[in-house]
């Protein structure tokens, strides 16, 4: 298996095929099947919301190179007045800069240093993407799934519920209740970390028990909600505290990036995985939503670092960004090179470390075959 692993890929530099997960399962015996919020997907690799979200070009690339879920650029909620009560995050901003971004212990990673915020044209505009993302979705084609910052309000104040009701309901029009349901993602985005909201911990628990309903309170149609969560300033037991008081949600993603308060930008690299993966390690058995993983994702180990942690798929936003020379892979968009290292790098790939987890009898074969979901079944349970 080693030496056709090398011979996949070598040949897959210059064409990935598109239908990979079939190869995978007849070459390997391996399952890649995972889930992102209560859909079947066929592999566990996504884009999480930012940059490479914004436009149907970028989608239809996406769906070529075989994705398996797109997340779009976060908007930010707004009235029937046109109101935004967080119109501060709707900041254009294009100039991106792929870095190097040495963690704490000297590990050279990547990081993306950018100053912008959500989605910045219209909601007319925002609403013709998920259309054409919802006519993706239904061809099924590429799971494409909107995210929404709403109005999260301090401890003394209401819910603008308006926000709520208005941009739910506009997004759920847009879809439709024809198609595959309506899956959307709450961000609580890192920039919070720099904002004077984001220093009480009773006033971001209360959001995050209360938002999840209040959206599906909003949809006049059925809708699952999975909350990103963000790496507040607080300690690895506040991080536990709030996915606790996540319980209403159907799915959580784990966890966006640091916030550097010294230069007021986000952060990714080694740091954020290390933490990511610690806080992971630590919650507690028992009944909880789905996960979904993020963070310094550049390889198929490190999927299967947050998959044994109780990831059910991951997301991903830096690495489809590196420099070409990064990748082995010669030809193709930058998210057919990526996948192409992230399944096939004979030493950090999905199969290469699926194959060395089964060799070393931490991960058995069922009905004859490796089963990724396996690895996130098998977390957090007691014992
Ligand atoms: C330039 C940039 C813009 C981003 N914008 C958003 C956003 O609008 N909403 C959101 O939920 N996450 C956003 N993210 C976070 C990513 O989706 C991802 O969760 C995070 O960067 C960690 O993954 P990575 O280490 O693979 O980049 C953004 C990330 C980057 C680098």
């Known amino acids: ?45 996504g884009k999480g ?8 070009n970028q989608l239809a690339d996406d769906a070529r190179a075989g994705l398996a879920f797109v997340v779009l650029k976060t908007l930010i909620a707004e ?66 799934v909107p995210s929404v910052k709403y109005h999260l309000p301090r401890l003394e104040e209401p819910f603008r519920d308006g926000e709520y009701r208005y ?3 506009l997004l759920a029009d847009a879809w439709g209740d024809d198609a595959p349901p309506l899956l959307v993602e709450k961000d609580f985005s890192p920039t919070l970390a720099g904002d004077s909201l984001a220093g009480d911990r009773d006033q971001i628990l209360r959001w995050l028990r209360e938002v999840p309903g209040r959206i599906r309170a909003a949809s006049p149609i059925s809708v699952r909600v999975a909350v990103k969560l963000m790496n507040a300033r607080f300690d690895d037991a506040f991080q536990l505290e709030m996915i ?92 057919q090179r990526a996948l192409h290292a992230l399944l096939f790098d004979p030493r950090d790939g999905l199969v290469a470390a699926l194959l060395a987890l089964a060799a070393a009898g931490r991960l058995e074969r069922r009905d004859g075959a490796l089963h990724f979901l396996d690895l996130a079944a098998g977390a957090h349970h007691p014992g």
């Open 1 to 45: 298996m080693r030496s056709e692993l090398e011979r996949d890929f070598e040949r897959f530099k210059r064409e990935l095929p598109g239908d990979f997960s079939d190869h995978v399962r007849e070459t390997y015996g391996i399952d890649l099947t995972a889930r992102y919020l209560g859909a079947t997907i066929p592999h566990p690799i």
């Open 49 to 56: 919301s930012g940059q490479l979200s914004l436009n149907e």
């Open 79 to 144: 009235d029937e007045a046109g109101s935004q009560s967080m119109a501060a995050w709707a900041i254009h901003e294009t100039k991106m800069q792929v870095e190097r971004r040495h963690a704490a212990g000297g590990r050279p990673g990547w990081t993306v240093t950018w100053k912008g915020r959500g989605w910045d044209r219209s909601l007319e505009e925002y609403l013709a993407l998920v259309r054409a993302g919802r006519d993706l979705t239904r061809a099924g084609r590429l799971l494409v």
């Open 167 to 169: 941009t739910t309901r």
């Open 244 to 335: 606790d008081a996540c319980r209403d949600a159907d799915m959580l993603v784990c966890f966006n990036r640091l916030f550097d308060a010294d230069r007021s930008v986000a952060y990714g690299g080694w740091d954020l995985s290390d933490r990511n993966l610690r806080v992971l390690d630590a919650v507690a058995p028992g009944v909880r939503p789905g996960l979904c993983g993020t963070g310094n994702i550049c390889s198929g180990r490190m999927i299967v670092e947050y998959a044994r942690r109780g990831c059910e798929s991951v997301q991903l936003h830096t690495f489809f960004q590196l420099p070409l020379s990064e990748y082995a892979a010669t030809h193709g968009s930058r998210t």
